[in-house]
């Protein structure tokens, strides 16, 4: 058998990724907390330095060593990439260690009050103050910037050595546990800096090492070539056969950053949609596709031979297929009306063996000689999927046929080729989130207006066409009426209140900077629990990331149009862009508006059945007539228009229609509601807004001297917020303050600082988040989620 052969680019190359940004960020606020919460040192870091002085010479001396092993092992990394001549690599771990020493010198002046001096580069405390220790910081910075270039079994080693360093630091007497925890947090910083700015390896294996895997799996193959197109999560290499058939090999490196646990959820999560894989681990994501070119050519689908699925020894995954046919991305000219016919055709097979694709666009679309139309690249394909997910294909394919040949005639081919109420029911789906990221860029770039695609498909079949709700825009004069409401808000709070604005920042002032800064960092996290509550409501999967970007933008609408009405729009053409019709999307909000209520009201109602608490709440005597008369009116007009709808016949028609519809909408967005997953997002996402808004709540409490237990600070918001829901004012403006600051009075806190800590709150979960809100309602525009 002759040996693979590899020409032109041999893989590698580099990457920029949103996850050092992300631990540049964490490592940053970790590092600002602990300088915050390290001087002085807390009783547990006191306990540790005292029982380092206690132990054996000989064993601080060992531990001595361990502390050194990070600067040897950083020390060979430099000199090995220098010998080797890794020049770009040298560039970036100098860069690194250089951020890293300029981060030390900032948080010493900042923390310290002063430059760092000599004492920081010795194995010794620095007596002048606290610090993170340079050795750690540098030599972790060097380690972690040169890991993804690293083999595997290099970069593990790397990890224990810095982890182990770090100890040995501490058991040595060398530094104090918070300072090595700082050094380890400030290396992260310098090398995720550095790879932001060069970018870092993206693990793919060198062609040479393909063709050596090839080879050991007994494959013939010849002129490997790093793929054109290289999609996230696969390493793919193109080949010839034997027989001068062309190959696939599609590579899922050990080494390889999208093939990873946490990379591979982090899609899956954050950024689900057509083309995300569902299948974790290299071995798995291999058979998964395996699998599914099988069971689709079983079932006679045109699709791709496949070869072999492997491990090889150096523990890549392996998957090698036979491609069949021309993509017609790379052939646009080759679409055709018959071509069209053929892609409905292949993607009706696909889905009468009980399989459905997930990206169906003319990436996937090859035509063979015979003029056959070839479906491939199944790696997210599902079996025994839910019918919109067939729906989502079959727009996918609709838009794919519209790129090709045209919108009137990719009509007619899809309303020949489907029956009526199926391609009526995949209309929903003519939006941009249901679309593959090529389709996207093409619609871009082409012009391809969805809205008239929608249209004239629903003209084609005579039904209504799926609209959008429409959004209330935000103007001057909304912005004016938002400033004067919080004005007046907070006027009539501190009148009531008789409280002094002076007293209140001076009670601001003197409070715990730390403590602020933990309520701070916890208001911003009751957006994503409320993310997750929507997940579960909705029938329909939702990327995380998107959902949690709408609940910042909400807060962003919940101030500039002060009116829930704009909020439900929001919400509801949201999720009209993932594929829900009006009726369910409203459903959807409903119920989790419903599911927060219910848990509020159950909450409450065990907190003060279980435990010895009140609200101590006094109504004014007349207070239970006026709300009787208020209802007794609103009775009357509900039984009025009853029964004005029933007398006319034109009303009585088109209110009953509209009624059918919105329940069979409402049947299929609470379809499937029992499943544990979508109950345990549901229930469990709105029980950690709670919990959460009421942590941020007990933060700043505790930051001005009054600590409250977590039961009367659930008691005292959720309280509060039911009270603001029910009055029509916007946001609660004043009502919220005014309560929280009562609850917090009843129990126990002053008012001076009770209000305070209100003020703090409220800017932090209300007040603050929009700020954030704005640009997060602008990405969701620009992406066509809203």
Known sequence: MPPATSTGP????????????????????????????????????????????????SWRGMWQLVFSMSAIWATVIVVVLAVRARWALVRDVLAAGTVAVLTVVLVSRIGAGSWPAIEAWELAPDPTGWRPPVRVAVATAVVMTAAPHLPHPWRVLGRWIVVLSALGAVLSGAVDPSAAVAGLLVGAIGASAAHLVFGSARGWPLLTEVAAALEEL????????????????????????????????????????????????????????????????????????????????????????????????????????????????????????????????????????????????????????????????????????????????????????????????AVEVAADALDAEILARSLSFLQAPALTSAQRADIRTSGLDLDELRSATAARLGVDAPGLQQLRRVDRGAVVRLVLLVVMGYALVSAAAQLDLGDVLSELADASVALLVVGFVLGQTPRLSQAVSTLGASPVPLPLGPTYALQLASSFIGLAVPSSAARVAMNIRFLQRHGLPAGSALTVGALDGVTSFVIQVITLTTILVALPLSLELSLDPGAGDRVWRLLTVIAGIAVVAVGAVLVVARWRRMVLAFLGQLLADARQATRGLHSPRRLGLLVGGSLATELLFALTLGAFAAAVGYPVSVVELLLINMSVSLLAGLLPIPGGIGVAEGGLTLGLVMAGVPEEPAFAAVVAYRLTTFYLPPIWGYPSLRWLERNAHL
Do not use: C, N
């Open 10 to 57: 041999q893989g590698g190359g580099r990457a920029r990724r949103a996850t050092d940004g992300i631990i540049l960020v964490a490592a940053w606020t970790g590092l600002v907390v602990l300088a915050i919460v390290a001087d002085p040192a807390s009783g547990f870091e006191w306990a540790l330095v005292e029982f380092v002085e206690r132990l054996p010479p």
């Open 218 to 409: 007994g494959v013939d193959a010849t002129s490997l070539r790093v793929a054109a197109r290289q999609p996230g999560g696969v390493f793919l290499v193109d080949a010839v056969g034997s027989a001068g058939e062309p190959l696939l090999v599609k590579v899922y490196g050990r080494d390889a950053y999208d093939t990873r646990l946490v990379a591979v959820l982090w899609r899956s999560i954050w950024y689900r949609g057509p083309g995300t894989t569902r299948a974790i681990g290299r071995l798995r994501q291999v058979e998964h596709e395996a699998l599914m070119t099988l069971l689709a050519a079983r079932g006679g689908v045109p699709t791709t031979d496949v070869v072999t699925a492997a491990v090889t020894e150096r523990d890549d995954a392996l998957l090698v297929l036979r491609p069949a046919g021309t993509r017609l991305a790379d052939h646009p000219e080759r679409w055709t009306t018959e071509v069209a016919r053929r892609a409905w055709d292949t993607v009706a097979r696909l889905h009468a063996a009980g399989i459905v694709h997930g990206q169906v666009d003319d990436e996937v679309l090859s035509q063979r000689d015979d003029g056959q139309v070839v479906l491939t690249d199944l790696r997210v394909g599902s079996i025994a999927a839910p019918d919109w997910m067939a729906e989502v294909d079959r727009a996918q394919v609709l838009v794919a046929t519209a790129l090709g040949i045209g919108v009137p005639a």
